[in-house]
């Protein structure tokens, strides 16, 4: 297994008392997995993300990356964040913004200057190695960070609702681009997102999650065929099927969530058995 | 072409006039104190001459310059040190304050004590009053670092003299400016003050030396020049600036455009 | 908390920096006798008279220019031929640094309080005329044509519009005018000899009362934190309100 999430647990040490946003997850991903990870609004996604990236250390469990135990950011990950106008540099233009962390890394200048233009053809952006971001669309500037993170020739690429932010027509272009890369370079990729829609078209797995504190609800096999397209896809009656299954799922851990939510930070399964 | 020249004409249309207002004002003028701007002009290019631009204005710059670079690199040196450490931070915040608040001229006195009267207390002097805009600009910008863009740092591994070069410095950059901006003002005040203080030479010294000669249209050449100075060096200042910000102008002006 | 043992460490190391050799007791003396001198200073008329000159001449320059700049700022700002000819004649005059017209205030008004206020003034107008001006400059054109297709006349598009939208920057003007005029103040005293704690600093150097000095520079270093203070919490006052205004209208 190459990514291993085990028993993660995360609590926030509130103000007036503890939060648990992440209650227990255990899942994992082999080499050239496309899993998305879909939930409620509110569930503990970026939690789980920041917590797989190292950038934020677990209350009880673990992350394991190719068999190491994640305590701090590992080389082998990349991570695309929503808020794409932030996390990019401003001050760089593209190429700069996507050879820097090949340069930290030590990739001598040739190979370097290959991945990048590379990393930005496959994106569509071969013309616009010159621009700084803020010169860019939204859309186009998310590219310039999946490029980035396409260069860095991660292990695993982590995206946090990456296109949450972009408008609808853009979006399907860059989910289109997300399955592109994938089949053509063989990334393994953990795709976060509130987006039920996006995670069955995306996904070959799909990893429902509970409302917060978050537990692994289902993992559903997505079995629609490799090759996908916005029109064809998305009329598939299997499509529907399956949107409906997840739709269905989450609207169930809302409610679940509402009966225990007198106390949000009683636990849903302690709230049933006082019902009971 | 005749936009450029109609707003050059805009742009000098006020001080053209501001200039022929002062003109004609005091053509007939017979007060002492305000002679007419023509005997000013006239004694302008007799007084400053290039051995006095040498002997009196050059050391005037040459100390500024070199106060205000020390004043530059401790400014940011120190607040990158207090900036990134919020214990730091919180302990030093009030005394800084304290300086900051101290109005610069009055370390004249006190750096005459440590350093005489010489070029060393002049540079002491500038050097004391530029730092602390700069260092508390620099311990703001460097507070400020975009969360989302630290993250990304260090999901990619980038630490140490590359995460300071690369993500630190550069993301407080424009509040470094607008601290070397005010700091470029308060060394030009004390390049003057200190001089007028004790000096044998400079360009404080020099108009002060007219006023108490009461040398009157002299004196006026010399606020003349010392206000074209000032223009200058903000000029040059703002040429820097844009060019090495040009993405900050950039990214503003890009996040403001859509909105109007 | 941590704030005050900071605070505290300086008192300390100024207290024990003049019994090692690093610097002298005569140029920098220990803590206990600036403490001392303050208190002589404290107990001492002149000290008051002179904290008073400065304290006048700080707020009557300040007022003069915050009126000036105000009323300046608004009429450029509404006029826009004036905003166009004057543009660049702000960005000439502004640099002229202010001790230019030490000279020229010694000789005009000798040691009088009007020297102060000369300078005070200058410094601080500009403070506030820019800020004005990228107020007015603020404007949201959609809010001025609505005033206008409603028929507000010119004053009260200047009332309605303008000057809410300018308020939060004639606050920030405020406060940097604020801590100018004291830095003035201070100058022109030190320099000219116009009344002021500027000058009692002056004549504590010249008779080598090092101790007396320090303790009035501390003295002028609290002004200026205390102006700060109150500054920001005026501003913070006319902001909250502005925004909680602006809340509103957004939602």
């Not at chain 2, 400053?48 to 205000?68: E, F, N």
């Not at chain 3, 200073?41 to 700080?58: K, Q, R, Y």
Request: charged content about 15%; glycine content about 8%; some cysteine.
């Amino acid at each position: 297994m190459l990514l291993d999430v085990r028993g993660l647990k995360k609590v926030y040490e509130g103000r007036q008392r503890p939060v648990e946003a992440v209650r227990d997850l255990t899942f994992g991903l082999d080499v050239g997995d496309l899993v998305c990870l879909v939930g409620p609004s509110g569930c503990g996604k970026t939690t789980l993300l920041r917590c797989m990236a190292g950038l934020l250390t677990p209350t009880a469990g673990e992350v394991r990356l190719r068999d190491r135990p994640v305590t701090g950011p590992p080389p082998g990950m990349a991570v695309v964040f929503q808020e794409y106008g932030r996390s990019l540099f401003p001050w760089m233009n593209v190429r700069d913004n996507v050879a820097l962390p090949l340069r930290n890394k030590g990739v001598a200048r040739k190979p370097r200057q290959d991945l990048v233009a590379e990393a930005l053809a496959a994106v569509g952006l071969a013309d616009a190695h010159h621009a700084y971001p803020w010169q860019l669309s939204g859309g186009m500037q998310q590219r310039v960070a999946i490029a980035r993170a396409v260069a860095y020739q991660p292990d695993v690429l982590l995206m946090d609702e990456p296109f949450a932010a972009v408008d609808a027509q853009t979006r399907a272009d860059l989910e289109d681009l997300i399955r592109d890369l994938w089949r053509k370079l063989g990334v393994t990729i953990l795709f976060v997102t509130h987006d039920i829609d996006e995670a069955v078209y995306l996904g070959q797995r799909v990893i429902i999650l509970s409302s917060s504190p978050t537990v692994v609800r289902e993992v559903l096999d997505v079995d629609l065929p490799d090759q996908r397209d916005q029109l064809t896809t998305r009329s598939d009656s299997r499509f529907t099927e399956l949107r409906s299954h997840v739709y269905a799922q989450i609207q169930a851990a809302k409610r679940e969530s509402t009966v225990g939510s007198h106390d949000a930070a009683r636990p849903a399964g302690l709230a049933k058995q006082v019902l009971q | 072409m005749t936009r450029i020249l109609a707003r050059l004409g805009l742009a000098l249309a006020l001080p053209a006039a501001l200039f022929a207002a002062w003109w004609l004002g005091t053509a007939g003028s017979d007060n002492f104190y305000v002679p007419p701007l023509r005997d000013i002009l006239i004694r302008f290019p007799e007084v400053w001459t290039w051995d006095r631009l040498r002997a009196d204005v050059l050391p005037s710059l040459i100390r500024l310059a070199a106060g205000y670079t020390v004043a530059v690199l401790a400014g940011v040196l120190l607040g990158v040190l207090v900036g990134s450490g919020r214990r730091v931070r919180a302990v030093l915040e009030p005394v800084l304050e304290f300086f900051r608040a101290i109005p610069p001229p009055v370390l004249v006195p006190v750096i005459m004590l440590f350093a005489g009267i010489g070029d060393t207390m002049k540079v002491v002097v500038i050097a004391a009053g530029c730092v602390w805009p700069i260092l508390l600009n620099t311990v703001e910008g460097v507070r400020a670092v975009d969360g989302v863009l630290a993250d990304t740092c260090r999901s990619y591994g980038i630490a140490g003299p590359s995460r300071l070069w690369h993500l630190v410095l550069r993301s407080a950059s424009p509040q470094i400016a607008a601290g070397m901006r005010q700091a470029l003002s308060i060394g030009i005040i004390l390049m003057v003050i200190s001089e007028m203080f004790a000096a044998s030479n400079g360009l404080g010294f020099t108009i002060v030396q007219f006023q108490r000669s009461f040398a009157i249209p002299d004196m006026w050449s010399g606020i003349l020049l010392l206000g074209l100075l000032g223009l200058a060096l903000s000029v040059l200042f703002r040429l820097v600036e844009s060019r090495a910000l040009a993405w900050y102008h950039g990214q503003r002006r890009a996040q403001r455009g859509p909105a109007r | 908390m941590l704030g005050l043992s900071g605070l505290a460490g300086v008192l300390l190391l100024v207290e024990i920096l003049p019994y090692t050799a690093v610097v002298s007791a005569d140029f920098l003396p220990p803590t206990h006798r600036i403490a001392v001198a303050l208190g002589h200073e404290i107990a001492d008329g002149g000290f008051w008279s002179a904290l008073c000159d400065t304290l006048v001449a700080w707020a009557v320059g300040l007022t003069i220019a915050v009126v000036a700049g105000i009323v300046a700022g608004i009429v450029i700002g509404a006029v826009p031929l004036l905003r166009a000819l004057t543009a660049s004649t702000i960005e000439f005059l502004r640099p002229i640094p202010s001790v230019a017209l030490i000279p020229l205030a010694v000789l005009l008004y000798g040691t009088k309080i009007e020297s102060t206020l000369l300078l005070v003034v200058y410094a601080s107008f500009w403070q506030v005329l820019i800020q004005v001006l990228y107020g007015v400059q603020d404007v949201d054109p959609v809010a001025d044509e609505t005033a206008r297709s409603y028929g507000l006349g010119a004053w009260a598009r200047v009332r309605y519009v303008l000057w809410p939208t300018a308020l939060p920057y004639v606050m920030t003007g405020v406060r940097l005018a604020a801590a100018v005029a004291l830095v003035l103040a201070i100058t022109a005293e030190l320099v000219i000899g116009a009344p002021g704690l500027g000058s009692r600093i002056a004549v504590a150097q010249s008779s080598n009362a090092v101790a007396s000095m320090y303790a009035l520079i501390v003295v002028t270093g609290l002004l200026g934190v205390a102006i700060n203070l109150v500054a920001r919490a005026v501003e913070r006052f006319a902001l909250s309100w502005h925004q909680s205004v602006r809340g509103e209208v957004l939602v």
